[in-house]
T-cell receptor, first 117, second 119 residues
């Protein structure tokens, strides 16, 4: 596609509910990042994929967070047993090749705003 | 660990005038990249300008320019001839090169500066 597409745009979940957030990167982009942006804060790194391989998950805040990219394209971020502190915007970003993001900047999606009530 | 600090939560500028947004960072690395991103209400992060640390020349993109002071670890953004469409959150971001200690090149962001443009 022409850009990074994320869905849903908004998600309201009851505390304890499981949610799945989808990221569809630009076709052919190898590198994919997930970020969490709390209200009034800058985005914080969650996890990184190179094709289907999850090479870095050091930013995932707990074992309730899980991400996958099974075919090296679409990625899903899953949050189990959501809690109020999970409320945030979840951003996805991609770049064509590792290292290209630094030269040309990553392409970000518009994010999913998750509200846990 | 690297950190990025934006000390101005909010800034305001008159249309057609110039404004400077501040950013400082802390790192022990000698080679890295710095970015300014714009985030409008649509939430999509849009790259404004980038700087490679090994380049002494300050980056410029049309009305946007940076003042990169490597020794002081400062990276400010200057917006000239401000336009109403410039109103947004602006984030400064740091990135290690991917080869450095196995870094995958994720971005480290500051907390942002909300820029308002007055007509």
């Amino acid at each position: 596609g022409a850009g990074v597409s994320q869905s849903p745009r908004y998600k309201v979940a009851k505390r304890g509910q499981d949610v799945a957030l989808r990221c569809d990167p630009i076709s052919g982009h190898v590198s994919l990042f997930w970020y969490q942006q709390a209200l009034g804060q800058g985005p914080e790194f969650l996890t990184y994929f190179q094709n289907e391989a999850q090479l870095d998950k050091s930013g995932l805040p707990s074992d309730r967070f899980f991400a996958e990219r099974p075919e090296g394209s679409v990625s899903t971020l899953k949050i189990q047993r959501t809690q109020q502190e999970d409320s945030a915007v979840y951003l996805c970003a991609s770049s064509s090749l590792p290292g290209q993001g630094a030269r040309y900047g990553y392409t970000f999606g518009s994010g999913t705003r998750l509200t846990v009530v | 660990a690297q950190t990025v600090t934006q000390s101005q939560p909010e800034m305001s500028v008159q249309e057609a005038e110039t404004v400077t947004l501040s950013c400082t960072y802390d790192t022990s690395e000698s080679d890295y990249y710095l970015f300014w991103y714009k985030q409008p209400p649509s939430r999509q992060m849009i790259l404004v300008i980038r700087q490679e640390a090994y380049k002494q020349q300050n980056a410029t993109e049309n009305r946007f320019s940076v003042n990169f002071q490597k020794a002081a670890k400062s990276f400010s953004l200057k917006i000239s001839d401000s336009q109403l469409g410039d109103a947004a959150m602006y984030f400064c971001a740091y990135r290690s090169p991917p080869e450095y200690r196995g870094s995958q090149g994720n971005l480290i962001f500051g907390k942002g500066t909300k820029l308002s443009v007055k007509p």
